[in-house]
């Protein structure tokens, strides 16, 4: 095709039904995102041992996958940014802050107030899923590994978070990539 000149190669897409060595363990396995599933697959590669994704991108996703690289379910929370521009668009007075950690929890000023009670609420929010998850899970040792966006700015404030991979789901597809081309 076309498309396949301009690439210089093979088009793949990635979906539930995809020859990959990872398995989806959920209900309605052609609901899962190609992100999700590439997170899988990436995870089960780099870790190889039972993991809580957290993905940090336009929405909060956490994932389980096992260490063999199964796809148990996970968690889907609003995003950052939908946290923001929901007091922005909600409450009329209140300024349009930058998401960043604050020097302090307490603000002395409304726009510190709004940096602090968004920064801190995602992470004691990503703190708290990942308690409960382990619990359910019964895996208190999964690995929490955070991706995505905001992964670099609110992991070293998560107490779960135990490593940072900005980039695991496009080590996912390339990995998917590689699998699918054989």
């Not at 895996?139 to 135990?162: D, I, K, M, N, Q």
Request: glycine share 12%; with cysteine.
């Amino acid at each position: 095709s076309a498309l396949e000149n301009v690439v210089g190669g093979p088009i793949f897409t990635v979906d539930h039904g995809s020859e990959l060595p990872i398995r989806l363990d959920v209900d309605e396995p052609q609901t899962v995102g190609a992100d999700r599933i590439l997170n899988t697959l990436a995870a089960k590669e780099l870790f190889g041992q039972d993991t809580i994704v957290v993905d940090l991108g336009t929405a909060t996703t956490f994932d389980c996958i096992s260490g063999e690289g199964v796809f148990l379910g996970g968690v889907i929370a609003p995003g950052v940014q939908v946290g923001m521009e929901w007091l922005g668009m909600r409450a009329a007075k209140l300024p349009r802050v930058r998401f960043r950690p604050p020097e302090t929890v307490v603000g002395r000023r409304t726009e510190t107030c709004m940096e602090s009670g968004v920064f801190f609420s995602t992470v004691d929010a990503i703190d708290g899923i990942v308690r409960r998850i382990k619990e359910e899970w019964r895996r208190p040792e999964a690995l929490v590994a955070a991706t995505g966006g905001y992964a670099g700015l609110l992991a070293p404030h998560c107490t779960t978070v135990a490593r940072v991979e900005p980039f695991l789901t496009l080590r996912g597809l390339f990995l998917a990539g590689e699998h699918m081309a054989k």
